[in-house]
């Protein structure tokens, strides 16, 4: 099989750069190792920017999101047993987020591709990327018992943290920036109202807490919890009197609870690859970085890699120009703005976990640094800004 691009993984990042590259007319073969119905049982981001949204505007897969999905114009941040609004339409210049799953935007775009004939591989096992440095790169991989071959002149590495892409390069070609947390979340989905119309983060000296949501009627909510804890360390009713712990009280009374639909433990990482072009092979998503969650910018950050990586990949093959400039700078482009948001995302993973290495004077330090931000118009600027997104 031939194609232009080589998709490798069909998570958000492969998605969307598939169809946007299908809308300028270039063809482009996603290979999965996963099947749709797998895919789209994780249960993962929820917050979008307004540029993501306006990406996937470009990508013509927004239809359903604007519908469906909740406009937030701002959050409360619970500490100290009060409640405090961050007024993100105020404080970042009209600026605001969607609430609207990742699993309901992958089905979006999963629609989208089967409805334009595109080919998306499923199920493909032993995937591995061949010759990138040159300008021949090959997929291989077996499905079905038998052994395939794709050749293209690009490959895009979108198969997340775990995948083949990032691992194919040589280690001298490489270099990783990582921090691991000394904690996770433990994350329910449940068929609950919201406790409240907007999100809920929560700094607690027992941990951090998060309530949000998927629809007025299904609640999503978060607790910090042991790196070394599983989903068995977690009943429901463990995880409702931990997460009541951590909001001020009158909140506490609202929260509606219920059985579980879904349970997970994610652990929390900071990570960036540099560069994160390698000759024909391009990451993007979490293949080439991971943010902790704490500020909504994980699919985020995928959507941000694919504007950048489509439209370089569009002036190349519609420009007619043979010296790939835009190619060239897709790794700079990106990483300043990765960067920048994994700074964010460091910062409200610092401001808002109970750290254990930090003791009392880091809880006194937090709670004096919260204070000071709802205080203060440029501090509650520079929250807001980031939150919804800083310029692409
Ligand atoms: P992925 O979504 O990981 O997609 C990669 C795809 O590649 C997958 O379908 C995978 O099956 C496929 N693949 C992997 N290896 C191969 C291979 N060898 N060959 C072929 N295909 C392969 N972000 C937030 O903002 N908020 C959250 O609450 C949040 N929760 C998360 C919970 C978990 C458990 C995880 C893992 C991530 C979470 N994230 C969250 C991060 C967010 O979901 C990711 O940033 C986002 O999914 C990145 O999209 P992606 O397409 O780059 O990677
Ligand atoms: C969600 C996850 C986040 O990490 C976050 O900061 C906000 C919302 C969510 O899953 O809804």
Redesign the pocket.
């Given at each position: 099989m031939k194609t232009q691009v080589a998709i490798?993984?069909?998570?958000?990042?492969?998605?969307?750069l598939g169809q946007l590259l299908h809308l300028s007319g270039i063809d482009a073969v996603i290979?999965?190792?996963?099947n749709r119905d797998?895919?789209l049982q994780?249960?993962?981001?929820?917050?979008l920017e307004q540029g993501t949204v306006s990406i996937l505007d470009r990508a013509r897969v927004s239809e359903r999101l604007h519908r469906e999905g909740l406009v937030h114009t701002g959050f409360d941040v619970c500490f100290a047993g009060q409640r405090q609004r961050l007024d993100l339409e105020k404080y970042a210049d009209g600026k605001t987020v969607v609430v609207y799953g990742?699993t309901e935007i992958?089905r979006d775009m999963m629609d989208a591709r089967e409805a334009s004939g595109a080919i998306t591989v499923y199920d493909?096992e032993n995937?591995a990327i061949h010759d990138f440095e040159s300008d021949h790169p090959r997929v291989t991989?077996t499905k079905d018992g038998k052994d395939f071959q794709l050749t293209c002149d690009f490959i895009a590495g979108?198969?997340?943290?775990?995948?083949?892409?990032r691992k194919s390069v040589p280690t001298s070609a490489i270099k990783t920036f990582e921090k691991i947390y000394p904690f996770g979340?433990i994350?329910v989905l449940s068929e609950t109202k919201p406790v409240s119309d907007e999100l809920i983060y929560a700094n607690h000296e027992s941990g951090f807490a998060l309530c949000?949501m998927r629809s007025p009627t299904r609640s999503?909510c978060?607790v910090q919890c042991a790196l070394t804890d599983t989903i068995e360390d977690w009943p429901e009713e463990k995880f409702w009197k931990a997460l009541k712990q951590k909001l001020d009280p009158e909140t506490a009374a609202d929260l509606e609870t219920g059985p579980a639909i879904e349970k997970?433990?994610?652990p929390l990482r900071s990570f960036v690859t540099e560069p994160m072009r390698f000759g024909s092979l391009f990451l993007?998503?979490?293949?080439?970085h991971?943010?902790p969650?704490a500020?909504?910018?994980?699919?985020?950050?995928?959507a941000s890699?694919i504007h950048y990586l489509s439209n370089a990949l569009i002036e190349h093959y519609t420009s007619g120009k043979k010296d790939k400039v835009s190619l060239d700078q897709y790794s700079h482009k990106a990483l300043a703005r990765v960067w920048k948001t994994e700074r964010f995302s460091w910062w409200m993973t610092s401001l808002l976990h109970t750290l254990p290495e930090n003791g009392e004077l880091g809880t006194k330090l937090q709670r004096a640094e919260l204070e000071y931000v709802f205080q203060s118009d440029a501090a509650q600027a520079m929250w807001a800004e980031n939150y919804v997104g800083l310029p692409l």
């Amino acid at each position: 099989m031939k194609t232009q691009v080589a998709i490798i993984g069909s998570g958000p990042a492969g998605l969307l750069l598939g169809q946007l590259l299908h809308l300028s007319g270039i063809d482009a073969v996603i290979i999965e190792q996963k099947n749709r119905d797998y895919i789209l049982q994780r249960i993962r981001a929820g917050v979008l920017e307004q540029g993501t949204v306006s990406i996937l505007d470009r990508a013509r897969v927004s239809e359903r999101l604007h519908r469906e999905g909740l406009v937030h114009t701002g959050f409360d941040v619970c500490f100290a047993g009060q409640r405090q609004r961050l007024d993100l339409e105020k404080y970042a210049d009209g600026k605001t987020v969607v609430v609207y799953g990742q699993t309901e935007i992958t089905r979006d775009m999963m629609d989208a591709r089967e409805a334009s004939g595109a080919i998306t591989v499923y199920d493909a096992e032993n995937v591995a990327i061949h010759d990138f440095e040159s300008d021949h790169p090959r997929v291989t991989y077996t499905k079905d018992g038998k052994d395939f071959q794709l050749t293209c002149d690009f490959i895009a590495g979108c198969d997340g943290f775990h995948g083949v892409s990032r691992k194919s390069v040589p280690t001298s070609a490489i270099k990783t920036f990582e921090k691991i947390y000394p904690f996770g979340w433990i994350g329910v989905l449940s068929e609950t109202k919201p406790v409240s119309d907007e999100l809920i983060y929560a700094n607690h000296e027992s941990g951090f807490a998060l309530c949000s949501m998927r629809s007025p009627t299904r609640s999503r909510c978060y607790v910090q919890c042991a790196l070394t804890d599983t989903i068995e360390d977690w009943p429901e009713e463990k995880f409702w009197k931990a997460l009541k712990q951590k909001l001020d009280p009158e909140t506490a009374a609202d929260l509606e609870t219920g059985p579980a639909i879904e349970k997970s433990i994610a652990p929390l990482r900071s990570f960036v690859t540099e560069p994160m072009r390698f000759g024909s092979l391009f990451l993007a998503g979490d293949a080439a970085h991971i943010v902790p969650p704490a500020g909504a910018k994980g699919m985020n950050l995928a959507a941000s890699d694919i504007h950048y990586l489509s439209n370089a990949l569009i002036e190349h093959y519609t420009s007619g120009k043979k010296d790939k400039v835009s190619l060239d700078q897709y790794s700079h482009k990106a990483l300043a703005r990765v960067w920048k948001t994994e700074r964010f995302s460091w910062w409200m993973t610092s401001l808002l976990h109970t750290l254990p290495e930090n003791g009392e004077l880091g809880t006194k330090l937090q709670r004096a640094e919260l204070e000071y931000v709802f205080q203060s118009d440029a501090a509650q600027a520079m929250w807001a800004e980031n939150y919804v997104g800083l310029p692409l």
